[in-house]
């Protein structure tokens, strides 16, 4: 049912502590239990599970349950010990302050007309907040399940993180869009939003210490969002191959782990100072050689020249062709951590330090549909198609896999 790994010491690598796979179904949802040392799941065969775990370092099922439908998400406050759990249905069940009764719910409330997505309880509001396929942001009154308010966004929802000091809500949608709501008791206005992914948004993750949001999306690519200290800046962050399903920000490390479709995780030192990618500028002929584009047909008919392909520089934003950017780098500092196109010029002043990697990458061995951050204990806990829950440690000094 699950087995114990032994781990073998080596810096900035995940350990793989345990692995629980005795599910039916993928595991859409799963959080760690800091002080009884256990993990919450709950898994589309409608089942949810306590593991606990035992001296011999395996987890066993200690509560189990059958919902009425299919859960599609989960939110658990370790404070309180309240469970409040999503299904395809469109209803919300919040448990009351013990695991014990998780059979018996505190309320069930219908919020959405489809199937919930993501579920977000606040301790210090007493608020439940919730989104659903039916594009609407609810939230609801913790203790008797009263909805308070709720929001139309422009596409169904896949990310929601909340700021308690400022009452702001991000909503990340299907159309690749971050919007900021300022949330009062039952009503709630517009503030902005961020378009920067070509993709849909498929993660948020949400500093308050430094209020700086990330976003993950199917385009592969995460964006910080730096909203308190530079009024919007927003700097990418290219690591991965394939759709990233998860975020969490490790806050004493001052390190970001993502995580992709592909099973890749990847640990971000965010303790250097990054640098935003350029604006990719217009031009109807190469800025280096002026040579015309392929669109460009009277300096063509002119110059009597074929017209070439268009490309852009990642370091300067130059319009240049192919040939005075024949070059590949990494340029970590501005996200890159995989060779991108640059111009002639650029790659000559690219130095070994500039080049330094400022992410590691790892290997989870499943393809993850979620993932969760215990940032008491530093571990990391991950879920997959394979229907198995891994358990990592994930701090800056850990151990391999």
Request: with cysteine; hydrophobic share 35%; net charge neutral.
């Amino acid at each position: 049912m699950a087995a114990e790994i032994q781990p073998q010491p080596q810096a900035r690598k995940p350990c793989l502590l345990s692995k629980i796979d005795a599910f039916q179904e993928v595991v859409s949802t799963a959080v760690i239990i800091p002080k009884e040392d256990g993990v919450i799941s709950v898994s589309e065969d409608r089942t949810i599970r306590v593991w606990l775990k035992r001296d011999s370092g395996q987890y066993w099922p200690s509560i189990y349950h059958t919902m009425p439908s299919s859960s599609s998400c989960m939110s658990f406050n370790p404070e309180t010990r309240r469970l409040s759990v999503g299904m395809d249905t469109g209803s919300i069940c919040v448990s009351p302050t013990t695991l014990i009764l998780i059979n018996s719910f505190l309320f069930m409330c219908v919020a959405h007309q489809g199937r919930v997505t993501v579920v977000l309880f606040v301790l210090e509001m007493e608020w439940l907040l919730s989104t659903g396929q039916d594009k609407n942001f609810t939230w609801h009154c913790s203790e008797s399940g009263q909805q308070l308010g709720t929001y139309r966004t422009s596409a169904w929802v896949s990310g929601l993180q909340f700021d308690v000091e400022t009452r702001h809500a991000f909503v990340g949608d299907q159309s690749g869009q971050v919007t900021i709501l300022k949330l009062e008791q039952d009503s709630c206005s517009l503030v902005t939003t961020f378009k920067g992914h070509t993709g849909n948004v498929t993660a948020l993750c949400w500093d308050p210490v430094t209020r700086v949001l990330f976003s993950g999306s199917s385009d592969h690519s995460i964006i910080m969002w730096d909203i308190g200290g530079r009024k919007g800046t927003a700097i990418e962050l290219q690591g991965h191959n394939d759709k990233v399903q998860g975020l969490c920000y490790a806050s004493h490390t001052r390190q970001l782990i993502s995580c992709s479709s592909d099973g890749s995780i990847v640990i971000w030192n965010m303790d250097v100072t990054r640098q935003e990618t350029p604006e990719w500028l217009d031009s109807d002929s190469c800025q280096k050689c002026e040579q015309p584009f392929f669109w460009n047909f009277k300096q063509m008919w002119d110059s009597k020249k074929i017209g070439l392909r268009q490309h852009h520089c990642r370091k300067c934003g130059q319009a240049v062709c192919g040939k005075c950017s024949s070059k590949r780098s990494t340029i970590p500092l501005m996200g890159f951590e995989f060779e991108v196109r640059v111009c002639d010029s650029c790659h000559e002043s690219i130095s070994d330090e500039d080049r330094a990697p400022t992410a590691t990458f790892h290997d989870s061995k499943h393809s993850i549909v979620y993932m969760h951050y215990e940032p008491t204990t530093g571990n990391l806990l991950t879920s997959g198609t394979d229907k198995v829950i891994k358990v990592w440690k994930s701090t800056r000094s850990v151990c391999c896999v």
